[in-house]
């Protein structure tokens, strides 16, 4: 014999029913079938609506009625043939009266009791389970109903009666000896005390309800039909990658439920558990998927690998704390705190403790915490104006995420794994749980950050092959559009290669700025950024930790002074920074300081080698020798591919001016060309070279020897142009000099003994920045170890090309 139950959208409606229909036909063809049924979807809570707003004085619970009644005449209607319509339509009306009498009761004395609201929610099953067996019936099935609230019994605590198991199963057992039929068709939920009063049990009890008969008759197995393929890795609602677990224990089973997994209700699993008999967890509407198993009998060689077996989360949880130095080595403390909670029926959800005794704390449902509170307080009123114990202390909107599984048992570094992921995504836990069986590890974090954390630990534990990163652009110029086409070009590579799926979750310009989780497809980012919404620094990195994705990481591709200012922000969110905006590290020294200690801090990362020579590894090199232990003692450079590229160029065939606007147009100054040229930007950059050195220099300590007249340093860019053609002189006796001496020009970055100097220096042959063409950029380092021979990083030092290629480094670099 098996045994079936069918409830949510499984019995949503006529359509559903008939889903329901073809899997008993199907069951029944070879064995003997009990199928328990819940109420049509939806129906259990429309009864509470319309009693509570009974209760409140408010006439519209006749509406809400009338509402519950027209869907069960329309699957009356629709199930059953017009023949036999009108008896079970009229049934339908006269238990519709009864229940409109209740409430009309309900109406007139303003009060709704637990026994009232198990009278009137225990209709839903009770009408749902007749008009499917009569459905069978018709369908020449051998079916016929039997109403469990007969036989199973329970004590009075009506809306989570508590069944009577030796009672219960020998009426059970009796029925089903002297029963013949082919398919026993039961209402799930409801049952009966000694008086014969009605009584539930609990929410979701129609799953209890088949385990406690599948008991009763030692059933072959009991099936648990649902609108999933079977219990998952995690809530598919939060984690898009969840996975069907194919088998999994009673008790890992149990755990998961217990925390929050909505599939199955929690109490099913102990009475099939105790006959050792397999439940199915299986999908009505995906019938041919084999589903879950859950048995004492496992396939342990199959799940091996598996660290974990699933995660469950439950929100809305309150924590209370419990502390005072009277509480260390006081027995019956404990014992104390749990009775006041017991007394007011407030469930404990989670205990943790000090090893010192000096604090207790548990978690709550967020409902029960203002009872919990109060009652806490009066239990101990005693110790706390002796002030041994000080007043409870509340924290709500909080969450418990749980990390599920037999195989964690006697496993190291499988908490370190799980607190590093959460951790690194800046999730702060408030709370921790562990059993002495190492099969639960539970956690209590911020409500917010509940979706967040499943996708992270979901990543950590079950989808090792592939990371999600969530990527924010913010800058769409040569440089921002360059980045963005190669990461689309380069996606397939990361996932195959490196296993990371990194999607753009969202781009910002000057202008506007749009988003996706799922990340912005690359046919259409353009018109939908240039349809996006109104953007702004602030806008942009609010919405970013609003989102409060995993793995998120932040371009900034600008060269904005506001852009930095959010740094802070997203830094404190465990949100890496990739930077191509140099202003950030050149800053005051403080502040360049605080972003590099704000990431260590919060477990990201803060990289910025564009800042420096494009893509060319100059800031890592100087790192890599630091942490082996050598020391930087000088530093020669020529870092501004602009400048280069420049008086590269310029052999005086041409005006200064056409070869400052020849390196414009193809992208390598900054927007006002004043910032190169003036030695501002090569500046910034020694002073960034010099501080990741490890020295303590600002920005107005570095000798700047400007080779531009003054006048050009005045007015808007256009005004700039005209004044270099008008010093065309100027320029031109800077070439000959250098001409004269067999020497040529190159703008000169220096660092040594502490002091940095930026200039226009004439260069001979046998140096090694002499043979530097193009926008190429070079440094020569001098340390420790490299005295005699230099160490030298050469190469492209400019261009919107090789500076996108750099900052995708450093983004696949933090991941």
């Known amino acids: ?165 030796e009672t219960t199963e020998k009426k059970l057992k009796k029925y089903f000896e002297e029963n013949q039929h082919q398919i026993v068709l039961v209402p799930g939920f409801i049952a009966n005390d000694e008086k014969g009063n009605t009584t539930t049990l609990g929410r979701g009890g129609s799953d209890y309800t088949a385990s406690i008969i599948a008991s009763a008759v030692d059933a072959q197995e009991l099936q648990i039909w649902t609108d999933v393929d079977g219990m998952m890795t995690a809530d598919p609602r939060l984690v898009s990658n969840a996975k069907v677990i194919s088998e999994i224990s009673y008790q890992e089973a149990m755990e998961l439920s217990h925390f929050g997994a909505k599939v199955l209700y929690p109490p099913t699993i102990q009475p099939v558990m105790a006959k050792n008999i397999n439940l199915w967890i299986k999908n009505t509407f995906n019938p041919e998927v084999p589903g879950t198993l859950i048995s004492q009998n496992i396939n342990s060689s199959k799940n091996k ?38 007394i007011e029926k407030i469930n404990i959800i989670l205990i943790t403790q000090s090893s010192s005794e000096h604090s207790i704390t548990i978690a709550v449902n967020e409902k029960e915490v203002s009872r919990a509170e109060s009652a806490i307080n009066k239990a101990f009123s005693d110790d706390l104006k002796l002030k041994r114990i000080e007043p409870v202390k509340v924290e709500t909107h909080l969450s418990i995420v749980a990390l599920i599984g037999e195989n964690m048992k006697s496993r190291s570094g499988v908490c370190a794994k799980m607190f590093g992921a959460l951790g690194n995504n800046g999730i702060n836990i408030r709370a921790i749980a562990q059993g002495s069986s190492e099969k639960n590890i539970s956690t209590i974090i911020s409500k917010k950050d509940t979706k967040k954390a499943v996708n992270v630990l979901h990543e950590e534990f079950f989808e090792s092959e592939i990371k999600q990163i969530h990527l924010y652009i913010c800058g769409t110029g040569n440089v921002g559009s360059k980045l963005i086409q190669q990461i689309y070009s380069q996606n397939t590579y990361l996932k195959e290669n490196l296993s990371i799926n990194l999607r753009i979750a969202g781009i910002s310009n000057s202008r506007k700025m749009v988003f996706s989780n799922e990340g912005l497809p690359e046919k259409n980012y353009e018109e939908l950024l240039k349809n996006g919404e109104d953007s702004s620094a602030q806008k942009f990195a609010e919405e970013i930790i609003n989102r409060n994705l995993r793995n998120s990481v932040f371009a900034d591709v600008t060269a904005s002074a506001a852009i930095v200012e959010i740094y802070e922000s997203l830094l404190q969110k465990s949100i890496s920074i990739i930077a191509c905006n140099k202003i950030a590290a050149a800053s005051e020294f403080q502040k360049y300081k605080r972003f590099k200690n704000l990431a260590k801090n919060h477990n990201c990362n803060y990289f910025f080698e ?206």
């Open 1 to 165: 014999m098996k045994v079936l139950k069918f409830g949510g959208s499984s019995v949503a409606d006529a359509q559903n029913i008939l889903l329901v229909e073809n899997i008993i036909k199907k069951e029944s063809i070879k064995n003997k079938i009990i199928v328990v049924v819940s109420a049509l979807s939806g129906v259990t809570d429309q009864l509470i609506q319309a009693a509570e707003s009974a209760s409140k004085k408010e006439e519209n619970y006749q509406l809400i009625i009338q509402g519950i009644e027209e869907k069960h005449l329309t699957a009356v209607k629709n199930l059953i043939p017009i023949s036999r319509q009108s008896s079970w339509l009229s049934f339908i009306k006269k238990h519709f009266n009864d229940i409109e009498d209740i409430c009309s009761g309900i109406f007139v004395l303003g009060e709704f009791t637990d026994r009232i609201k198990d009278k009137i929610t225990s209709y839903g099953e009770f009408l749902s389970s007749n008009i499917i067996a009569t459905r069978l019936d018709f369908e020449g099935l051998d079916a016929v109903w039997m109403n469990t609230a007969d036989y199973i019994r329970t004590n009075s605590n009506f809306t989570d009666a508590k069944v009577d198991f």
């Open 305 to 342: 690998d598996e660290t974990a077996a699933g995660i469950s989360s439950m929100s809305s949880i309150a924590l209370l704390t419990l502390e005072g130095s009277g509480m260390v080595g006081i027995p019956g403390t404990s014992a104390k705190l749990f009775a006041c909670l017991s």
């Open 610 to 815: 564009t800042n420096v020579g494009a893509g060319l590894p100059i800031i890592g090199t100087i790192n890599d020798l630091i942490r082996s232990g050598d020391k930087i003692t000088s530093m020669q450079a020529v870092l501004s591919g602009t400048l280069n590229f420049i008086f590269n160029k310029y052999d005086g065939s041409r005006k200064f001016s056409e070869i400052v606007a020849q390196a414009q147009k193809e992208g390598y100054t900054e927007p006002d060309p004043r910032l190169d040229l003036a030695g501002t930007d090569a500046a910034r950059k020694i002073l960034i070279l010099a501080r990741e050195a490890g020295y303590f220099l600002q920005l107005e300590e570095i000798e700047n020897i400007c080779f531009l007249p003054e006048e050009c340093m005045r007015g808007n860019v256009e005004n700039f142009y005209q004044s270099l053609d008008h010093y065309e002189s100027h320029f031109k006796n800077l070439l000959d000099e250098a001409k004269n001496t067999g020497k040529i020009l190159k703008y000169i970055a220096e660092f040594k003994e502490g002091k940095a100097k930026v200039g226009l220096q004439h260069i001979a042959p046998e140096s090694d920045l002499y043979h530097l063409y193009g926008k190429d950029n070079i440094v020569i380092f001098k340390t420790l170890r490299y005295s005699e021979q230099p160490l030298i990083v050469k190469g492209a030092g400019a261009g919107a090309e090789v500076t996108a290629s750099g900052v995708f480094a450093d983004i696949v670099r933090s991941v």
